[in-house]
């Protein structure tokens, strides 16, 4: 996307040239007239983008000027980007003799100040003349397409509505294929083969996957089935990958096999004569003998179980032998304004909707009776109130365009035009992850500040615009299928529909690349992987890393790895790939089994993100990392094997994001106090005291006014209150998740109590962790003024006899207990509503909003019950908005409250809980749930 990028540039060209006014340098030797011109040839290429842009889809000659403008984007920003990095050493090198006046730095200084940074500006000299002469044959060839100039200027990122959602779960037109397909599936009749398969078969947008889910949920399918598993198939096939999310849907745990036949027998154990039911989404494989080991071992279960299959292909459908297909046609106009109305109109007057339904009856009818289509035209429209720009959409040249390659693509054509240029890359990035992938909102938006798509202004946290700029993009319905904890917390996860999926690639043509490794072969990569920019490979089982790009000069600016190693296989050899990747912004290595971390990675200068989570065997990281100047998210979590982080810690001076949950680091490094623009900071390690200098003493986080998450480990460890009261956690206005762990000490002489309260964090915190603590109670007087917390966990407070008094929170949202071995007996004191007829006689409700509850680890608990239910004359509500309740390990106890018994529509989980006088009617509604909430 190249007007994103030409900002960019012009954004970084600012940047120097302020920096080298401020530390009183001139510009690079012999290249100021070089500078002068691109700059002037970036401008004015700056204000024709636009049309071209538009331009683009229908007239390939301008697509191909793009193309090129890009790749010299790219160089231009690679080099401004190592003139800014140089100038930041200079700084960081400033600040360390400032920092510590003592240490003789005096003659490294004059050394830098000398002779060497004309050296680095002649270099970066020489890149500027060569760049220059290839941007001004660039901005030339621009005349020859006419281009009109844009003058109205950027458009505005519209803010996300906050109030209201619109409900999308209605689903219009399929009632008849519904009722059809639960007949079926309820069916007695037997089937002419072993299984009985039914297959929706339609084109991409049509609705298949919707449909399957109505079904799925259906409550007449929930009753008559003893198991429903759901699998997302897509491309490229994989047997033993599908055979292990069957199996780990029947176990609710990810299996630790790498045999297709281990698989295969697990899978004939757990359904051994069930009635169960499959849905196997998103089908294309045509070839039969795919699927031959996977129905051998469906076909175990009850004669009455049964496969739901969606596909596009009829072929596919026949592959896995198909007993009855269901052709999915297109939906009535009727049905399509039902669908269009409930979201165009979303939020405007009645006099401003009847004044558009003409005009909207007429875009209706170009969305041909695809639901994808009608759905991401309706969600540009509900963004746009007059007749007028109802009229431009109408008009536009879009649904002329012939070339383009699916029919639902022009809508997504229309609303990704009307995107800023920001959301625009922001979407097109997405095209790096493969189909029906997962995507963790929170590291999406991580990747997108690493890569410069997200655009803050001065004072406003970069973090939160990210947010708005992924609901402005779930508002225009480029993402779906999203994943929360409860109905009103924020989604922590999403995918995106395969047509969008497919649209976002068609933009960005071989400037993303995802692509599988498996089998024991090397993968050669094709001459086009030379100019891909954003990469993600996925290797499996028994695969190796494709060694060519060891050997190979690339222009990656984003590598993600999927490994799934066999622990004997060969590993990824970090050092061999710092040259050819030498233009990083962002590496993923997540549970690769990295050993090491070489000295040579210091070579990424342009690395902003940089994940080696869950490699356990990494035991330390080289001081080298600190010359990552640009660093600002580090994620080393659940790195168990890491024993200390690198000395000079404090030069990441844009580090923003440090997350190091689980590892067994023993203090934070002197100098970590330098790190004051942190905003995350998974865990602040508390010493023993036996570092000495090398350590940072807690009270350094008095300076971290910015932090947003804070996480402290080894709380236990203090004994002065005095000592807590000084980090001044109260005036950490941006704080908003606090996570405190008491490891660290058995001395029964500890005042628990007081240390706790003397934590005090802000007001306006919204979650709030406890672990470890070893008082005998435990609601400081802090807790009742935290009006916003929405999240409580309490982990292992193994002192405490009784519950506190939560239900006085009245914001909270989620409660999670555990550990809390000590406890009994939970009644009105966990409610904090006193038995007192003399009190006030109005209604009380105690949780009013909580929505997800639960206990586990508690093997004494034996009663829950409240002795009261009036206060006064006033009646007593409690958990009105409770959604989910899991209840685990907890093996005394015999009953549930009334008011828990008497909600039908509750969803509740129960395991290891032999007494409790209800079954498990209810599961979850997502598997990784309980998952995320423990991490």
């Not at 040239?17 to 012999?30: C, D, H, S």
Request: net charge neutral.
């Amino acid at each position: 996307m190249a007007e994103l990028l030409v900002e960019m540039m012009l954004e970084q060209f600012a940047s120097i040239t302020r920096q080298q006014a401020e530390e009183g340098i001139r510009l690079i030797a012999g290249a100021g007239q070089e500078v002068e011109r691109l700059q002037s040839n970036l401008l004015s290429i700056q204000a024709v983008l636009d049309d071209a842009e538009n331009r683009q889809v229908k007239e390939n000659a301008v697509s191909v000027w793009l193309a090129k403008l890009k790749d010299v984007s790219y160089d231009i920003d690679d080099v401004l980007d190592e003139w800014n990095t140089k100038l930041q050493k200079l700084k960081i090198k400033k600040a360390e003799a400032a920092f510590n006046p003592l240490k003789k730095v005096c003659s490294s200084i004059l050394h830098y100040l000398g002779c060497r940074p004309l050296v680095m500006r002649y270099d970066i000299g020489v890149k500027i003349r060569d760049l220059d002469r290839k941007l001004d044959i660039i901005a030339k060839e621009k005349e020859t397409f006419n281009f009109r100039s844009m003058t109205e200027g950027n458009k505005e990122i519209e803010r996300p509505m906050t109030t209201s959602v619109v409900d999308l779960t209605q689903v219009y037109g399929r009632e008849d294929d519904k009722n059809t397909i639960v007949d079926l599936l309820l069916s007695q009749g037997s089937c002419t083969q072993d299984l009985c398969i039914i297959s929706i078969v339609g084109m991409g947008g049509i609705g298949k996957t919707t449909l399957a889910k109505l079904v799925f949920n259906d409550d007449k399918v929930s009753t008559h089935f003893e198991i429903k598993i759901w699998v997302c198939i897509s491309e490229p096939f994989d047997e033993l990958r599908i055979a292990k999310a069957i199996l780990e849907s029947l176990t609710n745990s990810a299996p630790n096999l790498h045999e297709l036949e281990t698989v295969v027998q697990n899978i004939r154990q757990k359904l051994d004569r069930k009635k169960f039911l499959l849905i196997l989404d998103d089908v294309w494989t045509e070839d039969q003998k795919n699927w031959e080991n996977l129905k051998s071992s469906l076909t175990c279960g009850s004669p009455e179980s049964k496969i739901l299959v969606t596909t596009r292909k009829e072929e596919a459908a026949s592959a896995i032998g198909t007993t009855k297909i269901i052709s999915l046609g297109t939906l009535l106009e009727e049905k399509c304004w039902l669908l269009f109305s409930r979201i165009a109109f979303f939020g405007k007057t009645i006099e401003e909707s009847n004044e558009l339904v003409e005009i909207g009856r007429k875009l209706v009818q170009k969305c041909k009776g695809l639901p994808l289509a009608v759905k991401t035209l309706a969600s540009l429209l509900r963004c746009k109130r007059t007749f007028d720009e109802w009229q431009n959409i109408l008009d536009s040249e879009i649904w002329e365009i012939e070339k383009v390659e699916q029919e639902v693509f022009q809508p997504l054509l229309l609303s990704y035009c009307d995107l800023p240029c920001t959301l625009k890359k922001c979407f097109l990035y997405c095209a790096i992850f493969p189909k029906d992938y997962i995507i963790d909102i929170k590291r999406l938006i991580w990747l997108w500040m690493a890569h410069g798509y997200v655009k803050s202004k001065p004072n406003e946290d970069m973090k939160l615009v990210g947010e708005e700029y992924f609901d402005t993009l779930a508002m225009r319905s480029f993402f779906q299928d999203f994943e929360k904890l409860t109905s009103s917390s924020r989604a922590m996860f999403c995918k995106m529909h395969d047509i969008v999926h497919d649209f976002a690639q068609y933009l960005t043509q071989n400037e993303c690349y995802a692509m599988e490794v498996a089998g024991v072969g090397e993968l050669e990569l094709d001459s086009t992987y030379d100019r891909v920019r954003h990469s993600m490979i996925k290797i499996q089982e028994w695969a190796s890393f494709p060694s060519s790009i060891y050997t190979r000069k690339t222009f990656l600016r984003s590598l993600m790895v999927n490994c799934n190693y066999n622990t004997n296989h060969p590993k990824i050899v970090l050092s061999k790939l710092v040259d050819p990747l030498a233009y990083l912004r962002s590496l993923f290595l997540k549970n690769c089994s990295i050993e090491e971390i070489p000295v040579e990675i210091k070579g990424l200068i342009h690395l902003r993100y940089l994940d080696l989570s869950q490699n356990d065997n990494i035991k330390k990281l080289p001081e080298t990392l600190c010359e990552l100047h640009n660093l600002q998210t580090l994620d080393i979590s659940l790195c168990s094997g890491l024993r200390k982080l690198p000395q000079g810690m404090g030069n990441l001076i844009n580090m923003r994001y440090l997350l190091n949950w689980k590892t067994s680091i023993s203090y934070m490094p002197k100098g970590f106090e330098r790190l004051t623009g942190l905003r995350t900071l998974g865990e602040f390690v508390i010493s023993d005291g036996s570092y000495g200098s090398k350590a940072c003493s807690i009270e350094c986080l008095r300076n971290f006014k910015g932090l947003q998450f804070l996480g402290i480990q080894g709380f236990g460890k203090l004994t002065d209150a005095a000592k807590v009261k000084g980090i001044e956690l109260i005036n950490k206005k941006n704080l908003r998740d606090l996570s405190v762990d008491f490891e660290g000490s058995d001395n029964e002489g500890h005042d628990y109590e007081e240390l706790l309260e003397a934590l005090q964090p802000p007001p306006n915190l919204m979650k709030l962790r406890l672990r470890d603590y070893k008082g005998n109670t435990m609601f400081p007087n802090w807790m009742v003024s935290l009006n916003k917390l929405s999240r409580l966990d309490l982990w292992y407070c193994i002192n405490c006899e009784h519950l506190p008094p939560l239900g006085k929170l009245s914001s909270l949202e989620i409660l999670i207990i555990w550990g809390m071995k000590r406890v009994k007996r939970v009644g009105n004191e966990f409610l904090g509503i006193e038995n007192d007829a003399t009190s006030a006689s109005s209604s009380v409700i105690a949780f009013p909003n909580l929505k997800y509850l639960w206990f586990d680890d508690m093997e004494d608990w034996e009663e829950w019950n409240y002795d009261i239910t009036k206060r006064g004359d006033g009646d007593i509500t409690v958990m009105l908005s409770l959604e989910s309740l899991e209840i685990s390990r907890c093996s005394k106890l015999t009953s549930l409250p009334n008011h828990l018994r008497q909600m039908s529509t509750l969803k509740k989980k129960f395991v290891k809980c032999p007494l409790l006088d209800e079954q498990r009617t209810d599961s979850l509604s997502s598997s990784s749930a309980s998952y995320q909430l423990q991490q």
